[in-house]
């Protein structure tokens, strides 16, 4: 198996300036407001923290499983840094690990979750300048964009380097960012009352209904059946 064999790990310093970079990338789209917004953000960027943690500075995962891993895996060295893309290394693939299929994946999901995001807000901006709903661009799709993006990204780290903490994290943070959705919802139908119900009846919260797009371009659902 294809991997470095020299340790890279206590590098504090960098995992430092990582999780810097990606909590202050994320924040300058999220920009949290209500305490719910700071709460949900706060975890964020702790699953962020402990995955920097443990990607530069101290490998708790692989520490706390090294006998497991160790009777299962014998032809890896569990002390060096690529050791820690679990996936590339207990599915066995012959190559760098930061060119396997989990790792690449990784990319797609973070670098688009990202991508949704910067879109999401730059509509949610607009609207909220004109003080309007914001039902276009990929609003059009999913009413929750943002979250989407955020839970895309934090799947994406956990292909490229999963670790017990972040794992514990994950469910965590996909049932906040459901529970703030809900909320905004209901601060939005009192907001725009009729527009947003209407809204919500045609437009899913997280998941775009493609079959549906489908169907209405060949002509076999009428728009006021589309919801």
Not at 2 to 16: E, I, K, N
Not at 57 to 78: C, E, K, M
Request: proline letters at 6%.
């Amino acid at each position: 198996m294809t991997h470095s064999d020299v340790p890279a790990y206590g590098l504090w310093g960098v995992a430092a300036v990582n999780a810097a970079v990606f909590i202050l990338f994320a924040f300058s789209f999220f920009k949290p407001h209500t305490p719910r917004d700071w709460r949900s953000f706060g975890v964020f960027s702790g699953f962020l923290v402990a995955l920097f943690a443990e990607m530069y500075g101290f490998p708790l995962t692989i520490y706390l499983l090294s006998g497991w891993l160790q009777s299962r895996f014998p032809g890896v060295n569990w002390l060096s840094h690529d050791a820690g893309h679990l996936l590339e290394m207990m599915f066995g693939w012959r190559t760098n690990p930061h060119f396997g299929p989990f790792h690449i994946a990784s990319f797609v999901l973070i670098g688009g979750g990202f991508m949704l995001i910067s879109v999401a807000w730059k509509v949610l901006h607009t609207a909220q300048q004109e003080q309007k709903l914001a039902t276009g661009g990929i609003y059009s799709r999913i009413r929750h964009p943002q979250y989407v993006g955020f839970i895309l990204v934090m799947f994406g780290f956990l292909l490229q380097w999963p670790t017990l903490l972040t794992l514990g994290m994950f469910p965590v943070l996909v049932v906040m960012y459901v529970r703030l959705a809900r909320h905004e919802e209901r601060d939005a139908l009192r907001e725009f009352g009729e527009d947003y119900r209407r809204y919500a009846a045609q437009v899913p919260p997280f998941v775009p209904r493609v079959w549906r797009r489908a169907d209405r371009a060949a002509g076999r659902v009428k728009p006021e059946d589309a919801g």
